[in-house]
């Protein structure tokens, strides 16, 4: 039910941040748990963090975790991925999605998905 945008990717390099963002219309978003995954170049797609509704519970990927921060403002209908510390093995197209309800680390129980942001990180 909720449409995603996702922007902020780009190229950077190996030690620099990048904050992403997702922009949500319809739906609920106020009400909707979000999930930020990755699908790097011949991969699986992968779970990096969620966040309830509220924004009370996080949850990250231990790969990420203590570099990336997932947020949300429901005011402007938009949740972030903040990242630091960026390494070339983070490389993907990241997604954001939402999922009514709770949370989840599966992709497959998502109920919606933006089209995907490409982050570069150069060695």
């Known amino acids: 039910q909720v449409q995603l945008v996702e922007s902020g990717g780009g190229l950077v390099q190996a030690g620099g941040s990048l904050r992403l963002s997702c922009a949500a219309s319809g739906g609920t978003f106020s009400t909707s748990g979000m999930g930020w995954f990755r699908q790097p170049p011949g991969k699986e797609r992968e779970f990096l963090a969620r966040?309830?509704?509220?924004?009370?519970?996080?949850n990250y990927a231990e790969s990420v975790k203590g570099r990336f921060t997932i947020s949300r403002d429901n005011a402007k209908n938009t949740v972030y991925l903040q990242m630091t510390n960026l390494k070339p093995e983070d490389t993907a197209v990241y997604y954001c999605?939402?999922?009514?309800?709770?949370?989840?680390?599966?992709?497959?129980?998502?109920?919606?998905w933006g089209q995907g942001t490409q982050v570069t990180v150069s060695s």
């Open positions: 966040i309830s509704w509220s924004g009370a519970f996080t």
């Open positions: 999605a939402a999922k009514e309800g709770a949370t989840s680390v599966y992709a497959n129980v998502y109920d919606s």
